[in-house]
């Protein structure tokens, strides 16, 4: 699990300075961040494999698939969530400017951090819930059992 | 006389011992670890590349996608597995074994079709990607025969089995694609997508 952090940790170092995702980096420039991030993926790896046999069968020790599934998973989210809570101290002064605050997603990653971005979500939808979840599930693509149905109703009727 | 397979098995497993660098690397590069947890890293990768929300929107997509593939193909794998029963090569021939003994059967190559299955779906949109990604299973291929659990046909029908894999995906797609779009919009909300 702990190799599945550090590398998730790296990956999303190289991943947000190739996106310029700035309010994703734990350094402050963008190509040492890339850089600490690719070390820490080899770190990672190779401390997992140099500190002991890792060839070991599921009936004798080794994890068996779904194991190792719910292993990469929760290490995944760790290292995502730290990520971000590093990042957020990391870069606490960027800060969008009011005419930006309409990018939503990723996207407002760029230029403020992820804490305020989620804060600024938050009061978006503390002001008018209802028009929010209106406007985040208006555009759903729909499914071809649903098009039939709406098929069969409009037919029949 | 022996079979092709059996040919290729012995000529890749013979060369266990010759180069201890070689043996080193493969150890590594077999384990049920290394390439898998790459292939996973970088749909992770995946996830957050992209310069615009509808490009990130259908590589969020190909992620769902590849994890679908990734299932389906390991699926239809263990089921040809229990049907044919086929034994590890190690079991019916004197082999030079530098992974543990696995007790489920040889063929097809469960691994080589979860990975190769991941690969296929990258590969449909990003070429760059998914190449590299066949790339690192080949090795895993390759080095599941040299280190002698697998048959090279084996392999081969794993590498099969995972790049069909994509055609239900792509049919299931549109039966299924609310339920990734839903998902891909809650992490929206939390700016994560």
């Known amino acids: 699990m702990i190799f599945v952090c550090g590398s998730t940790i790296g990956s999303i170092q190289i991943t947000a300075y190739i996106s310029n995702l700035r309010a994703l980096l734990i350094l402050r420039k963008q190509i040492i961040s890339a850089l600490f991030g690719l070390g820490i993926l080899i770190i990672s790896i190779s401390w997992f494999f140099l500190s002991e046999n890792r060839n070991i069968n599921d009936t004798v020790g080794g994890l068996d698939a779904n194991r190792q599934a719910v292993g990469f998973f929760v290490g995944a989210l760790i290292g995502t969530i730290l990520t971000l809570i590093i990042s957020s101290i990391v870069n606490f002064d960027l800060k969008l400017s009011n005419s930006d605050k309409n990018e939503g997603g990723l996207d407002s990653l760029r230029r403020q951090n992820y804490f305020l971005a989620i804060k600024d979500e938050y009061l978006v939808f503390r002001s008018d819930c209802k028009t929010y979840l209106a406007k985040q599930y208006t555009d759903l693509p729909k499914n071809i059992i649903h098009e039939r149905v709406k098929g069969l109703f409009v037919k029949f009727r | ?193």
């Open chain 2, 1 to 193: 006389m022996l079979n092709l397979d059996e040919k290729i098995l012995f000529t890749l497993n013979g060369l266990n011992g010759k180069s201890e660098l070689l043996d080193k690397i493969i150890t590594w590069t077999v384990s049920d670890y290394l390439i898998p947890v790459l292939l996973c890293l970088a749909l992770i990768c995946v996830w957050f590349i992209g310069h615009n929300q509808s490009t990130r929107y259908r590589y969020q997509l190909g992620v769902f996608a590849a994890l679908a593939a990734m299932a389906i193909s390991s699926g239809v794998a263990q089921l040809i597995s229990t049907v044919i029963q086929r034994p590890r090569p190690f079991i019916t021939h004197d082999l030079v074994v530098l992974f543990y003994k696995p007790t489920d059967f040889s063929f097809p190559s469960n691994a080589v079709a979860a990975c190769f299955a991941i690969a296929a779906v990258v590969c449909t949109f990003n070429k760059k990607l998914g190449l590299s990604m066949f790339f690192l299973v080949g090795i895993l291929a390759f080095s599941r025969i040299y280190v002698g659990v697998h048959y090279p046909s084996d392999v081969i029908m794993g590498a099969i089995i995972g790049i069909l894999s994509i055609i239900p995906v792509y049919i299931l797609r549109i039966l299924i694609e609310p339920i990734p779009t839903c998902f891909i919009k809650v992490a929206r909300i939390f700016r994560l997508a």
